[in-house]
């Protein structure tokens, strides 16, 4: 069996969505202020950062103004606001409109825009690489590794060029092991990394299931 080459890193980063790589442009800027160097990689499984990610949201900028508060002249791609709010009970041929003001406060986009999170990811990305993170597309993280205490170690992408019966086809490829001090899992709401994650370290335990 081909021996897999390894990289470290500080952080490792699962996941090229929104959190991803918030995680990654918040944790370059507090290395920023401490004045220490923080090595940052982020594998991202689509294609392009944005490839598997949901394709429109209405999304709150109080985040954004957190993270980056000076994202409205750094060409983000949240320019479209959203002027009007409509609740419709729908029946089979006729919609009802709900008073705005029956709503619960959540469901108040004042303030909001709309956005595609592909556009969204690909300009975070942007920023993300600006700031020294390394971003890896195209390569899922198949597994996780652990050290012999039973801390994660970091993770594995998957081989390449292997046969559907497991044998190794000529343009065979280990694949890549990213070591990190620490590994953050952001897949997603169905990552089956995570789901193995919270299942070893029980963390789910005495808590309500996730709705």
Not at 41 to 59: N, Y
Not at 88 to 112: A, C, D, I, S
Request: glycine residues 10%; charged residues 25%.
């Amino acid at each position: 069996m081909s021996q897999r080459e390894s990289m470290a890193y500080d952080v490792v980063i699962v996941g090229a969505g929104p959190a991803g790589l918030a995680a990654s442009i918040r944790l370059k800027q507090l290395a920023e202020e401490k004045g220490r160097e923080l090595s940052v990689c982020i594998l991202e499984k689509g294609s392009e950062v944005g490839a598997h990610i949901l394709s429109g949201a209405v999304v709150d900028p109080r985040a954004m103004d957190e993270l980056l508060p000076n994202w409205r002249d750094m060409g983000s791609p949240l320019t479209v606001p959203v002027t009007e709010n409509h609740h419709w009970v729908l029946t089979r041929t006729k919609k009802y409109e709900m008073p705005h003001l029956l709503m619960p406060p959540f469901m108040n986009n004042k303030g909001t825009f709309t956005v595609s999170l592909g556009n969204l990811c690909r300009w975070l990305s942007g920023v993300a690489e600006g700031l020294g993170v390394e971003i890896f597309p195209g390569f899922a993280a198949a597994e996780v590794l652990f050290n012999d205490d039973g801390s994660v170690k970091g993770v594995a992408t998957g081989d390449m060029g292997v046969a559907r019966d497991g044998t190794h086809k000529p343009d065979y490829q280990p694949g890549m092991e990213l070591h990190g001090r620490y590994t953050f899992f952001a897949e997603g709401a169905r990552g089956h990394l995570t789901k193995e994650v919270k299942r070893i370290f029980e963390l789910e335990k005495d808590s309500e299931p996730q709705v």
